[in-house]
């Protein structure tokens, strides 16, 4: 998505810069003229809660301040950075921080006081210096208004669907040995957020019915390393080896290939992130079975373009049962996307919205 939009900044003239911690190679090759502000993290001894990054975030902003008219912060702690300076600022909100700074049940008193403090100060922050805030959708929306009182624009993610429809799903089915298995697709970080665990008892309650069945988890990103551990055991003790099949970190491609070469796929994420995935199957034309807990799931259920429930593996026997009918589901899916989720309209809609944060500061600069 920020590639997306810092691309579209420079087709249309407006000099950008990315300022994060660090960076994959695979984004950076991507960019286009967008200059890359690489910010260490702070070394101090606390890490917790975000704070290295955003001491570290914070004094990249101060470093570059007067470099440009706007500031346009994502995912949590980034906008937390942005205090003390008055600067127009644009908060694209793919998912409040109550979603990351949730209190564990196995947390500390301390450590809960201390994620209460940050969320306050949080609120703080973005009901006095952040006033332009974008999320995807109306899920997302009503969340941000009953956390902070403040409403939102919304702008509908876009989706490159001249890629993903277009993919080669034998070469991964031949590759994998997967050629005579019905495919059930995950997509995703691995952590509880993303919810794998759900997908392989899916498969466990499954495997005497219809023992076909392959699993395959593609994992993007790094993945929390007790909650691997915590997968890898279940999957060990409950023998379901041969149902589960890792490929490991895949390129764009390749994912795409996968998209085209399973026979649904399977969301069952909880409210953060994970927005784009099904979507990305659709293209490919192929069944989806989401969370009612994902931010999307009022648009796929309204526009009936995927089942939206939590019973998965009742999900996966309709549609091996009535393959053709969710053919056509997937079909009309496809066409849904290609029609309303464009990047091009994502990024002029951000566009306008820095527009209107920019005009806001010199009205109010005016009247001062």
Request: hydrophobic share 40%.
């Amino acid at each position: 998505m920020i590639v997306k939009l810092a691309n579209y900044l420079t087709k249309k003239g407006v000099q950008n810069a990315i300022l994060t911690t660090s960076m994959l190679p695979e984004v950076e090759k991507d960019l286009v003229q967008t200059k890359i502000i690489i910010q260490k993290n702070a070394k101090i001894s606390f890490g917790a809660l975000g704070l290295k990054t955003i001491l570290a975030l914070r004094r990249g902003i101060g470093n570059n301040l007067s470099n440009f008219d706007l500031i346009n912060v994502h995912n949590y702690p980034a906008e937390i950075s942005t205090f003390p300076f008055h600067k127009p600022t644009v908060w694209m909100c793919n998912e409040p921080p109550e979603i990351v700074l949730q209190p564990d049940l196995d947390s500390s008193p301390l450590f809960k006081l201390a994620k209460r403090a940050i969320l306050k100060f949080d609120k703080f922050i973005v009901r006095n210096y952040i006033k332009n805030v974008i999320v995807a959708d109306e899920f997302n929306a009503k969340r941000f208004e009953r956390l902070y009182g403040l409403k939102p624009e919304i702008i509908n993610y876009g989706i490159d669907y001249q890629f993903f429809s277009q993919g080669n799903g034998e070469r991964v089915r031949k590759k994998y040995n997967l050629n005579n298995n019905f495919i059930i697709l995950q997509v995703g970080m691995l952590t509880s957020l993303k919810n794998q665990i759900e997908s392989v008892k899916t498969i466990e309650k499954l495997r005497d019915r219809a023992p076909n069945l392959k699993l395959v988890l593609i994992l993007a990103g790094l993945a929390e390393k007790e909650y691997k551990l915590r997968l890898e055991k279940y999957i060990q003790e409950k023998k379901l080896e041969k149902y589960v099949v890792f490929p490991g970190q895949l390129n764009r491609e390749e994912i795409r290939d996968f998209y085209h070469a399973c026979n649904v796929l399977l969301h069952p994420i909880k409210p953060q992130g994970g927005w784009l995935t099904p979507f990305e199957a659709l293209c490919a034309k192929k069944p989806i079975i989401v969370s009612p807990e994902m931010t999307a799931s009022d648009i796929i259920k309204r526009e009936q373009i995927g089942i939206v429930t939590d019973n998965y593996p009742e999900a996966i026997l309709e549609i091996a049962r009535n393959s053709d009918r969710y053919l056509k589901m997937g079909e009309r899916g496809s066409q849904w996307v290609k029609n309303n989720l464009s990047w091009d309209v994502f990024c002029q809609k951000n566009l306008d919205v820095f527009q209107k944060a920019l005009e806001s500061k010199q009205k109010k600069n005016k009247n001062i």
